[in-house]
């Protein structure tokens, strides 16, 4: 199972809108609603953020959002505040009960 | 609330074993899957294991299949991960995670650092 990729940085200022990417294949993303997102700040454990595809479960900000389109999911930071700077990570089902995470993407508030 | 707490990490020379343990508390434990997943020092996430409720099912990556065996106590509401052969490329913080909402890992807990050296 290889990595989904994610661009290593991201960055923004207060206010503006980020877009992070997660790239996959047909046999993980692209074939299944169970892609996820997670926040995770430094020496912490991940948070859930976004489940199959573009749920947000309770407590989290509307500011956050997620789609895809083919291979590749997407997680949008809307309105972005100090303390979303941190690390986001996608995950996907892969098939034969196995799970596949991004890369992970670094995001920055300018 | 909902807790999973992990412990059992520490330091092992190459080829050795550890068993890490993650307590569970303030869900039904045996309605859920249960999965490991870790993270080494700098590096993203990478999916270990999951367990089914019941602990019939178990499946592996293929990093660690054959080597990590995961299992779980529904009557003590503890999942366990005994680790052999261990190898420098193991170093990690390993987390548990319950299977919150279909093919999510929801909440996580604190992490147990595994650290392989001579």
């Known amino acids: 199972q290889s990595a989904l990729t994610q661009p290593p940085s991201a960055s923004g200022s207060p206010g503006q809108s980020v877009t992070i990417s997660c790239t996959g294949t047909?046999?993980?993303?692209?074939?299944?609603?169970?892609v996820s997102w997670y926040q995770q700040y430094p020496g912490k454990a991940p948070k859930l953020l976004i489940h199959e595809v573009n749920k947000r479960p309770s407590g989290i900000p509307d500011r956050f959002s997620g789609s895809k389109s083919g291979n590749t999911a997407s997680l949008t930071v809307s309105g972005l505040q100090a303390e979303d700077e941190a690390d986001y990570y996608c995950?996907?089902?892969?098939?034969?009960?196995?799970?596949?995470f991004g890369t992970g993407t670094k995001v920055t508030v300018l | 609330q909902v807790q999973l707490v992990e412990s059992g990490g520490g330091v092992v020379q190459p080829g050795g074993s550890l068993r890490l343990s993650c307590a569970a508390s303030g869900f039904t434990f045996s309605s859920h899957a249960m999965y490991w997943v870790r993270q080494a020092p700098g590096k993203g996430l990478e999916w270990l294991a999951v367990?089914?409720?019941?602990?019939?099912?178990?499946y592996y990556a293929d990093s660690v299949k054959g080597r990590f065996t995961v299992s779980r106590d529904n009557s003590k509401n503890t999942l366990d991960l005994q680790m052999n052969s261990l190898r420098p490329e193991d170093t990690a913080v390993c987390f548990c995670?319950?299977?919150?909402?279909?093919?999510?890992?929801?909440?996580w807990g604190q992490g147990t650092l595994v650290t392989v050296s001579s």
């Open positions: 047909s046999s993980d993303v692209g074939g299944s609603n169970y």
């Open positions: 995670a319950r299977e919150g909402r279909p093919g999510s890992f929801d909440p």
């Open positions: 367990i089914s409720s019941d602990g019939r099912q178990k």
């Open positions: 995950s996907s089902y892969a098939g034969n009960s196995k799970y596949v």
